[in-house]
């Protein structure tokens, strides 16, 4: 059953009281029967979670006895009359209180819409058709042909909104991978098309309506995939049988504190849309969540260093694991995902929620209610994202700087590399010119020698690699804030690629400067960006409000392989601030102002000035919208966030 069916169901009839006249609005058995029942869609041959079973059936229960203490009394929009009493709304009750196009709705709703009905059985996750993957993937690449769309580059024809008579921006119904079915959108679902309401609401809030909708259905979608997780894997006696208790925990971590923290926001969403064919806001609800519940997050996604080292250990060291988990991966129930997929879930969902309740930011009302409650939820989430960030970059650095210290001899003046302040920017070999610069030197194979570069966050350390290749010897070092580059004009292919750098106050205290020669023109350029951070580079930063700045989208999905490089994912918009003739770019992401570099080959142009300027308002929007709002806690400043970087977290997404 689909998402367009649920809502048909609930809002395209008059009561569930004539099931003979309206087959979609069947009487939906009893709760203890459904929750026990085996779930098609779900796809499972093995019973449901009983967990799961007794945290909805509670929930329900709380929720028909709060109806029937409430069912003689008249609530506000509700006929008292005795033809009422089942819970039929008035026309007035299918709309918000302080929604600005009320009279007008209210009035067409007087005139001809039916009564509408209340369920208080809805269980969105069992009418949900595709996976969070599904959606993720599909949602993304909507995302683009959009932005297309909107710069000419697809022209698609504007569609009829079926029954209305008006004319709706064009919409893309995007075929889900390995299905057959589409995303829904509000707009199509054949209640709203019937009710007449989309001649009646400006397109400003079906817009809203569209944002609004899709927050709850993915999250329905996503904890479809949270129970797939669990009942198909982690309930597996096969698999669990070839693991110790401490690998279970390695693999799965706190997931059923995030799968329950998933089922009490999806209840309390579920009651929310149960009011109205006209949905509600609801970052009401996800502020409330994020601030209670969602906290669980943030151990999930800490543990996932550890998630996966001990993933490919396991794989790699357990054959009767290997072979039990090829055995579920290939399961149709799964559609082809990987169990990898699976796990990162939560850490995606996360991210992705608060560029959700971000899109709906973006739509609201200037000192509305509505941008009041997405400002929190908005700032909130943020911090929560901000933390698993935080916490994953603590555990990764702090190992990496274990490993690297193992590795370094010093000749003379020792440096301590760990500390918690520290952190590693770049590695890696260079060629350094050695003699003079004589002709004969020039042809001798000796001009230039290889040095191998650690580039910290506050510190420079210049050494050569042993012979055994595992140890290095460190040359010379510098503190960051005193290293200087310099571009050399071109000087033949011989000096192509060669730069200098110059330390004004090396460990002798004293300057020094070094020829350096990279592989190619990209790695030269980001060295020198590395090196010297401040440097301006070609294209102006977003903070500068340059609307002619280059902008690009990306359309396949770069997790970063070095620490200067920036994980970006489908549909994600970078101002353009360097690139290279050999193919790559650098760029700061608007939704949050991190920088880094990635490969050309997986973002296009955005070509249309008119929607580059729509996109640095859309963020200043959000800038603005975070710091009027009271702004966050000190030190969790979210927005532009000029000079920042993602480090990979995790080889499992592109967070």
């Keep these: 059953m689909s998402v367009t069916a649920l809502f048909r169901g609930k809002w395209g009839h008059k009561s569930q009281e004539t099931p003979e006249k309206h087959p979609a609005a069947m009487v939906q058995p009893s709760h203890e029967d459904e929750d026990d029942e085996d779930v098609s869609n779900v796809g499972f041959s093995r019973e449901p979670i009983r967990r799961n079973s007794r945290f909805y059936r509670s929930m329900r229960k709380k929720r028909m006895v709060s109806s029937e203490q409430s069912e003689y009394s008249p609530r506000p929009g509700l006929d008292p009359s005795p033809s009422n009493r089942a819970g039929l709304l008035s026309p007035n009750a299918l709309l918000p209180p302080k929604s600005p196009f009320l009279p007008e709705a209210r009035r067409f709703l007087s005139n001809g819409a039916r009564s509408q009905t209340i369920c208080h059985s809805l269980n969105i996750v069992k009418n949900i058709a595709f996976l969070y993957q599904e959606y ?307 042809r001798s194979r000796k001009l230039y020698q290889p040095v191998y570069l650690f580039l910290f966050n506050n510190l420079l350390l210049v050494t050569k690699r042993s012979s055994s290749g595992e140890k290095f010897q460190v040359l010379d070092s510098c503190t960051r804030a005193m290293l200087r580059t310099e571009v050399l004009e071109d000087q033949g292919q011989l000096l192509a690629n060669v730069f200098n750098l110059k330390l004004l106050e090396n460990q002798e205290e004293r300057p020094v400067s070094y020829m350096l020669k990279t592989c190619s023109m990209s790695d030269k350029l980001r060295w020198m960006c590395a090196l010297t951070p401040n440097r301006r580079t070609r294209f102006m930063s977003t903070s500068a409000h340059q609307s002619d700045s280059p902008q690009v989208q990306c359309i396949q999905s770069y997790s970063s392989q070095e620490p200067d490089e920036l994980s970006i994912e489908m549909a994600d918009v970078l101002n353009l601030l360097e690139r290279t003739e050999d193919g790559w770019m650098m760029g700061e992401r608007l939704h949050d102002g991190e920088r880094g570099w990635f490969p050309s080959r997986v973002v296009e142009e955005i070509q249309s000035k008119e929607v580059r300027a729509q996109n640095l308002r859309e963020a200043f929007r959000i800038l603005q919208a975070q710091e009027g709002g009271g702004g966050p806690p000190t030190g969790t400043r979210v927005g532009l966030r000029v000079g920042r970087r993602t480090p990979r977290a995790s080889n499992f997404s592109n967070p």
């Design 136 to 442: 993720r993937d599909t949602s993304k690449q909507q995302e683009i042909e959009q932005r297309r769309q909107r710069e000419n580059l697809c022209p698609v024809a504007e569609t009829v909104v079926a029954g209305s008579g008006v004319m709706s921006p064009p919409v893309l119904q995007l075929q889900l991978r390995n299905s057959s079915r589409s995303l829904s959108l509000w707009q199509n679902l054949e209640a709203v098309q019937a009710s007449g309401l989309l001649t009646q609401l400006p397109q400003k809030e079906i817009i809203m309506q569209e944002a609004t909708f899709e927050l709850i259905t993915s999250e329905a979608s996503y904890y479809k995939s949270l129970e797939i997780l669990e009942t198909h894997f982690l309930r597996d006696p096969v698999l669990i049988n070839t693991l110790s208790q401490s690998d279970v925990h390695f693999l799965f971590s706190n997931i059923e504190e995030v799968m329950k923290a998933s089922e009490r926001f999806l209840m309390d969403l579920e009651h929310r849309i149960e009011k109205s064919i006209l949905i509600p806001d609801v970052c009401d609800i996800v502020y409330h969540h994020a601030v209670e519940h969602f906290n669980v997050f943030i151990k999930y996604v800490i543990n996932q260093v550890y998630q996966e080292k001990n993933y490919r250990r396991i794989l790699e060291g357990n054959q009767a694991f290997r072979e039990a988990m090829a055995a579920l991966e290939n399961h149709p129930h799964v559609r082809g995902l990987s169990f990898t997929s699976f796990l990162i879930l939560p850490f995606q969902r996360i991210t992705r929620l608060k560029l959700l309740v971000q899109n709906i930011l973006k739509k609201a009302d200037e000192n509305s209610e509505r941008e009041a409650n997405a400002i929190k939820a908005h700032q909130q989430l943020e911090q929560i994202v901000k933390e698993c960030n935080e916490g994953v970059r603590k555990m990764s650095r702090t190992e990496e700087l274990i490993s690297i210290e193992k590795t370094l001899e010093f000749k003379s003046k020792s440096v301590p590399i760990i500390s918690h302040s520290r952190w590693l920017l770049k590695k890696g070999e260079l060629q350094l010119m050695a003699g003079p610069k004589s002709t004969r030197t020039m």
